[in-house]
């Protein structure tokens, strides 16, 4: 989700000096991780950025609507968004204590708000890269696009986009995860669902 770390240092300022290696049409990308590797993860960025932009196509497209509603600070509507790929645990979690008083090494990647830089651990296996990949991305998305969405849409949006496969030929999108269910049909025989008013009003502390 979208973490707020209390930060060491300036981020923001830091994010300005990253050594872009990759560049597509909405993403610089950084990172430990091969050329070839980086050059992947932004071609299936782009995939995945198709999806985010299918659902807020009438928002993209209306630049007046789009500054009117958009988040805090607001980047410049052609700037990319910028996106660091670490190969191993150590480089993700050295980086994370440089920054954030609270250490990153329990998560997989992140989005920084404050600097709208999106931090990815790269896994051994490049499904489980792009499931954080893409959930932690759309954070980064809508925190351009919508100003203070409600949290159960930023959360479960990013959770449908997080099953999305990687092909040569585009994304597959994977069905609801079986873990999931069983989670909601446990919940169900215990009778602890949470009413749905409940978890529509929540805010960010309680939904989690």
């Not at 995860?177 to 805010?203: F, N, Q, W, Y």
């Amino acid at each position: 989700g979208e973490e707020v770390f209390s930060q060491y240092g300036d981020l923001q300022q830091d994010v300005q000096q990253l050594a872009i290696r990759h560049r597509t049409q909405h993403y610089e990308l950084a990172g430990t991780i091969s050329d070839e590797r980086l050059a992947e993860y932004g071609r299936c960025l782009e995939y995945i950025y198709k999806e985010y932009a299918a659902g807020f196509g009438e928002l993209l497209s209306k630049p007046a609507a789009r500054a009117k509603g958009a988040a805090e600070s607001p980047e410049k509507p052609e700037e990319r968004f910028k996106v660091v790929i670490f190969a191993t645990e150590y480089d993700y979690a050295e980086f994370g204590a440089r920054y954030f008083a609270e250490r990153a090494e329990h998560t997989r990647g992140l989005y920084v708000p404050s600097a709208q830089l999106l931090l990815i651990r790269d896994e051994a296996l490049s499904s489980e890269t792009y499931e954080v990949l893409f959930h932690e991305a759309f954070h980064q998305f809508m925190h351009r696009h919508v100003a203070a969405a409600p949290i159960w849409v930023n959360e479960g949006l990013a959770v449908h986009f997080g099953t999305a496969r990687a092909t040569p030929s585009g994304l597959v999108f994977e069905r609801t995860r079986s873990d999931d269910c069983h989670v909601v049909a446990s919940g169900a025989t215990a009778g602890k669902l949470i009413p749905l008013a409940e978890l529509m009003a929540a805010d960010p502390a309680e939904f989690y």
